[in-house]
């Protein structure tokens, strides 16, 4: 699996809607609202989660994993580590979660990005959908 197959405007529609989001001052909060109501199990995760180290982390990383998708080696590391921590010998974070994640991440960025669109949503899922790949792997 290549991240090179991702088409460049596709990742610049991308790139460029996750800087607005993460321009936003709402967005990871809305982020982690529509995340944790989008089922039990995500809930029953994250009880007991300090949720401001926890956006904190999630801030950083969206960002290398926008690298990643963009197939930037620094980006691609960061995926790799992720991997290594969120796998079955680390949190054991289950496959079905990353449905959730991006789902939740969509609707978030779908309501702080003021330009979002339909093209938009769509280049979140094409640039995301590989990297969790990679992750669930």
């Given at each position: ?71 930037f080696s620094d980006g691609m590391e960061h995926l790799a580590t992720i991997a290594r921590s969120h796998g079955e010998n680390g949190l054991d974070i289950k496959a079905e ?41």
């Open positions: 699996l290549t991240m090179s197959s991702i088409d460049p405007a596709t990742y610049t529609t991308f790139e460029n809607s996750l800087f607005r989001c993460a321009a936003s001052e709402t967005f990871l909060d809305r982020f982690y609202d529509i995340f944790l109501k989008s089922s039990d199990a995500v809930a029953a995760r994250f009880a007991g989660v300090d949720m401001n180290r926890q956006r904190s982390v999630l801030r950083g990383s969206l960002y290398l994993v926008a690298r990643a998708a963009g197939g979660f990353y449905d959730h994640w991006l789902a939740a991440l969509v609707r978030a960025a779908g309501e702080c990005d003021p330009h979002f669109d339909d093209a938009t949503g769509a280049a979140w899922e094409t640039c995301l959908r590989p990297c969790i790949a990679i992750m669930t792997r």
